[in-house]
């Protein structure tokens, strides 16, 4: 069964810490991966779509990379806003939907 | 501006009880979706629609029910055959090129959700 799996469920950082979160995907035909960001109480936001290995996207403090099994999601020297859930989604050739994960929820201290 | 608009923010179910949340775009946007978030799991897919007086049945579509009778319009019935509807319920919308349009990568965009609860 096609899985996406996100790391580390929660992260803690200091304001200006960089780190990076993680979505793993089983091999299975990848059409697309899609990174959102998830405010409490409202709908993801549209972030990143990555289409082949080596593909690099970035906007303002973060930046997506992808490889043959995994995307990253570079946050550097993230502010106190960047605080969110980010949530990863893939699309499999022939699958007519994206499979989510679960998402990685972000604190950033001040 | 153009969006997606989800109604109500906050909805109450009775036991035994259909209730329609409300999802419109102005994005001119031909696919729809309706998703479930619970805690602790990713979205799932209840149902989406590619075009006008289409829809298909997503990954737990049992106890729900939808329409599209217009382009802009995505209502999504929690039936009361659903047993456990307490769920963040989301609607998202995609550009898309017809049917068949799932070699397209555009984004899916969301709205802002409804939250249901049992009373």
């Known amino acids: 069964e096609d899985q996406v799996t996100q790391s580390p469920e929660a992260l803690r950082l200091q304001e200006g810490e960089s780190s990076s979160l993680n979505c793993s995907y089983t091999?299975?035909?990848?059409?697309?991966l899609f990174w959102y960001r998830q405010d409490p109480g409202k709908g993801p936001e549209f972030l990143f779509t990555l289409y082949s290995a080596g593909e690099e996207k970035e906007k303002e403090r973060l930046k997506a990379t992808l490889t043959k099994k995994e995307s990253f999601l570079h946050i550097t020297a993230p502010k106190p806003e960047d605080s969110a859930t980010y949530l990863c989604a893939v699309h499999y050739t022939g699958f007519q939907k994206l499979v989510f994960g679960t998402g990685t929820r972000l604190l950033v201290s001040p | 501006d153009g969006g997606i608009t989800q109604s109500p923010k906050y909805l109450f179910r009775k036991e035994g009880q259909n209730v329609t949340l409300s999802c419109e775009q102005n994005l001119n946007h031909d696919a729809m979706y309706w998703y479930r978030q619970d805690p602790g799991q990713g979205l799932r897919l209840i149902y989406y629609s590619q075009i006008v007086n289409d829809f298909q049945k997503g990954d737990i579509a049992e106890g729900y029910s939808v329409s599209r009778e217009k382009k802009e319009s995505f209502p999504l019935t929690v039936t009361s055959a659903q047993k456990n509807p307490t769920a963040f319920y989301l609607c998202?919308?995609?550009?898309?090129?017809?049917?068949?349009?799932?070699?397209?990568?555009?984004?899916?965009?969301f709205g802002d959700g409804t939250r249901l609860s049992i009373l």
């Open positions: 998202a919308s995609r550009k898309s090129m017809g049917q068949g349009s799932w070699n397209s990568n555009q984004p899916q965009h």
């Open positions: 091999v299975s035909g990848l059409r697309g």
